[in-house]
């Protein structure tokens, strides 16, 4: 503490001097501006910066002839234009005297006097190391690591100078991907991709992760690139392969999944062994399905992959399914309505709900388990309170669980007796609850915080504001949300459409909506 303060005294003294010295001393004030045609003296200085770039040519031993031939072509060519508009500026301010403020040769004493100053702090201060604040914000000595990086990036930009290449590009993107700069690592792996053959595989995967979120069907040729080039990369393949999934792609995710099984043991990597199965359960009606398009296998792939909680891809397969098979088909009316209510496209939820209802009443089915307990919840969103009690009464009627059903009901009739308000109704369906419990310490309440605001910047979007889907997979609810490793993966990695955000977040933010997600959505 002691050096600290003496060393503070000596700065806060010789800057004091700095200030003051050139008001005691007059002949430290600055002289006015040279008064030379500036014209003239800018053209004077590229022509001395050309003849000195001819004369450093013949000392480089660092490029190759033809290039060194090249440059000189340029340089002289350059230099022959700006030496005709010397001469022509010159002639123009023939008979006018440039005035010329001379140098009174004395000693610049302010200049000195920093000099000494920061010789004696060096001195003062001798082996310390500058220290900066890290990313897990602690005071560390990461200073000589980031030097090396600079350096590193200064050799390889010059390296991309004089022998262009992929690779060297990929290096510059691999600085710019370790120190979370996304931009500049999209730009440099973007270069090395577009512009030359020989660029790694690597360099393909991260531009398609980087790219992921702005453009899924780059992502996803950059990917088929990248496994080229690399066909045993475990991310490549995994990601792939639920890009696959997610779009109903059965037979092709299940030969990235196979090949992927070859490289991890899925006896280790549970996600992996479940993907395989339900791949493999999946793989004979998609077969099927490419030989002869059929109602029957496609609802069959829709319900597994609806039973394995993959509720996107389940809606595709459904969607195709009334589309092109069956308009009315009630389980894939129901299911459709579900992801309409889950997504808050309320109306049409309730319209498809109802014709699912009224089409298995019509064909003599049992109806599609949850219908009327989605179309209850439906209706009371919308403002139809007797008619979501009709539907919470026949989802109990028909022996569907029990549940919060009843005190669903109570509320309505609350509501419609002028008791309640809709405001003030909280019900599970309609909002999952906001992450709360007994008050915790501020840290706690902070990343809570952070969680949110990163949620809602970067995930809403695609997941809904409050976990109801969309272009993403339902969060409100889902089983597998409760799993705080699983969750953090695919945040770190990305899965099917959804990018990876190892490079645009650093760890305490992705454990803080890691954090976030789970308190909040999981049932």
Same mark, same amino acid.
């Given at each position: 503490?002691?050096?600290?303060?003496?060393?503070?005294?000596?700065?806060?003294?010789?800057?004091?001097?700095?200030?003051?010295?050139?008001?005691?001393?007059?002949?430290?004030?600055?002289?006015?501006?040279?008064?030379?045609?500036?014209?003239?003296?800018?053209?004077?200085?590229?022509?001395?910066?050309?003849?000195?770039?001819?004369?450093?040519?013949?000392?480089?031993?660092?490029?190759?002839?033809?290039?060194?031939?090249?440059?000189?072509?340029?340089?002289?060519?350059?230099?022959?234009?700006?030496?005709?508009?010397?001469?022509?500026?010159?002639?123009?301010?023939?008979?006018?005297?440039?005035?010329?403020?001379?140098?009174?040769?004395?000693?610049?004493?302010?200049?000195?006097?920093?000099?000494?100053?920061?010789?004696?702090?060096?001195?003062?201060?001798?082996?310390?190391?500058?220290?900066?604040?890290?990313?897990?914000?602690?005071?560390?000595?990461?200073?000589?690591?980031?030097?090396?990086?600079?350096?590193?990036?200064?050799?390889?930009?010059?390296?991309?100078?004089?022998?262009?290449?992929?690779?060297?590009?990929?290096?510059?993107?691999?600085?710019?991907?370790?120190?979370?700069?996304?931009?500049?690592?999209?730009?440099?792996?973007?270069?090395?991709?577009?512009?030359?053959?020989?660029?790694?595989?690597?360099?393909?995967?991260?531009?398609?992760?980087?790219?992921?979120?702005?453009?899924?069907?780059?992502?996803?040729?950059?990917?088929?690139?990248?496994?080229?080039?690399?066909?045993?990369?475990?991310?490549?393949?995994?990601?792939?392969?639920?890009?696959?999934?997610?779009?109903?792609?059965? $037979?092709? +995710?299940?030969?990235?999944?196979? !090949? &992927?099984?070859? #490289?991890?043991?899925?006896?280790? =990597?549970? @996600? /992996?062994? *479940?993907?395989?199965?339900?791949?493999?359960?999946?793989?004979?009606?998609?077969?099927? $399905?490419? +030989?002869?398009?059929?109602?029957? !296998? &496609?609802?069959? #792939?829709?319900?597994?992959?609806? =039973?394995? @909680? /993959?509720? *996107?891809?389940?809606?595709?397969?459904?969607?195709?399914?009334?589309?092109?098979?069956?308009?009315?088909?009630?389980?894939?009316?129901?299911?459709?309505?579900?992801?309409?209510?889950?997504?808050?496209?309320?109306?049409?939820?309730?319209?498809?709900?109802?014709?699912?209802?009224?089409?298995?009443?019509?064909?003599?089915?049992?109806?599609?388990?949850?219908?009327?307990?989605?179309?209850?919840?439906?209706?009371?969103?919308?403002?139809?309170?007797?008619?979501?009690?009709?539907?919470?009464?026949?989802?109990?009627?028909?022996?569907?669980?029990?549940?919060?059903?009843?005190?669903?009901?109570?509320?309505?009739?609350?509501?419609?007796?002028?008791?309640?308000?809709?405001?003030?109704?909280?019900?599970?369906?309609?909002?999952?609850?906001?992450?709360?419990?007994?008050?915790?310490?501020?840290?706690?309440?902070?990343?809570?915080?952070?969680?949110?605001?990163?949620?809602?910047?970067?995930?809403?979007?695609?997941?809904?504001?409050?976990?109801?889907?969309?272009?993403?997979?339902?969060?409100?609810?889902?089983?597998?949300?409760?799993?705080?490793?699983?969750?953090?993966?695919?945040?770190?990695?990305?899965?099917?459409?959804?990018?990876?955000?190892?490079?645009?977040?650093?760890?305490?933010?992705?454990?803080?909506?890691?954090?976030?997600?789970?308190?909040?959505?999981?049932?």
């Amino acid at each position: 503490m002691t050096v600290i303060i003496i060393v503070a005294v000596l700065l806060t003294g010789l800057l004091g001097w700095l200030v003051l010295q050139p008001l005691l001393d007059a002949r430290q004030l600055d002289e006015l501006p040279d008064e030379r045609d500036p014209d003239l003296l800018d053209l004077e200085e590229e022509r001395d910066a050309l003849l000195n770039a001819l004369r450093e040519l013949d000392i480089r031993t660092d490029l190759a002839h033809e290039r060194r031939e090249e440059l000189r072509a340029r340089y002289e060519r350059k230099a022959a234009v700006v030496l005709r508009a010397l001469e022509a500026r010159q002639a123009e301010l023939a008979g006018r005297e440039p005035t010329v403020k001379r140098s009174t040769g004395r000693i610049p004493w302010g200049a000195v006097t920093l000099v000494s100053g920061a010789v004696l702090i060096a001195g003062t201060l001798g082996g310390f190391v500058l220290p900066r604040v890290g990313l897990d914000s602690t005071v560390v000595t990461a200073f000589e690591e980031d030097l090396a990086a600079s350096e590193a990036l200064r050799d390889l930009l010059r390296e991309a100078e004089r022998n262009p290449s992929g690779e060297v590009y990929a290096q510059i993107g691999d600085i710019h991907w370790n120190a979370e700069d996304g931009g500049s690592a999209m730009e440099a792996y973007g270069t090395a991709v577009n512009e030359y053959e020989d660029a790694p595989a690597r360099a393909y995967q991260r531009l398609a992760l980087l790219t992921f979120e702005d453009d899924p069907g780059r992502a996803r040729v950059l990917l088929e690139q990248a496994r080229l080039r690399e066909p045993n990369n475990p991310a490549t393949l995994g990601t792939l392969g639920e890009i696959y999934l997610s779009n109903v792609e059965v $037979l092709a +995710a299940l030969d990235a999944y196979e !090949d &992927l099984a070859t #490289v991890i043991d899925p006896a280790v =990597d549970p @996600e /992996l062994r *479940g993907r395989l199965t339900l791949l493999r359960d999946l793989a004979p009606f998609a077969r099927s $399905l490419e +030989a002869d398009p059929n109602a029957d !296998d &496609l609802g069959a #792939v829709a319900s597994r992959l609806w =039973d394995a @909680e /993959l509720l *996107g891809p389940a809606g595709q397969a459904y969607f195709r399914l009334l589309s092109e098979f069956d308009a009315n088909d009630p389980v894939a009316l129901a299911r459709v309505g579900e992801l309409l209510f889950l997504n808050e496209r309320l109306d049409d939820a309730v319209a498809f709900l109802e014709r699912s209802l009224q089409q298995a009443e019509a064909r003599g089915v049992t109806a599609p388990q949850n219908a009327s307990l989605f179309l209850g919840n439906a209706r009371f969103s919308v403002g139809d309170y007797e008619g979501a009690i009709t539907a919470w009464q026949a989802h109990l009627d028909g022996g569907g669980d029990t549940g919060r059903v009843p005190e669903f009901i109570d509320a309505a009739r609350g509501v419609m007796a002028g008791e309640l308000t809709p405001s003030e109704v909280a019900l599970s369906f309609s909002q999952p609850a906001a992450s709360g419990g007994p008050p915790g310490v501020a840290s706690e309440a902070q990343v809570v915080s952070q969680g949110e605001q990163i949620y809602q910047a970067r995930c809403a979007s695609c997941h809904g504001p409050n976990g109801g889907g969309g272009a993403g997979n339902v969060l409100a609810g889902n089983p597998s949300v409760a799993r705080a490793a699983y969750v953090e993966n695919i945040i770190r990695y990305g899965r099917g459409t959804m990018p990876g955000y190892q490079a645009l977040l650093d760890d305490d933010e992705i454990a803080a909506l890691t954090s976030w997600v789970v308190d909040t959505f999981a049932p």
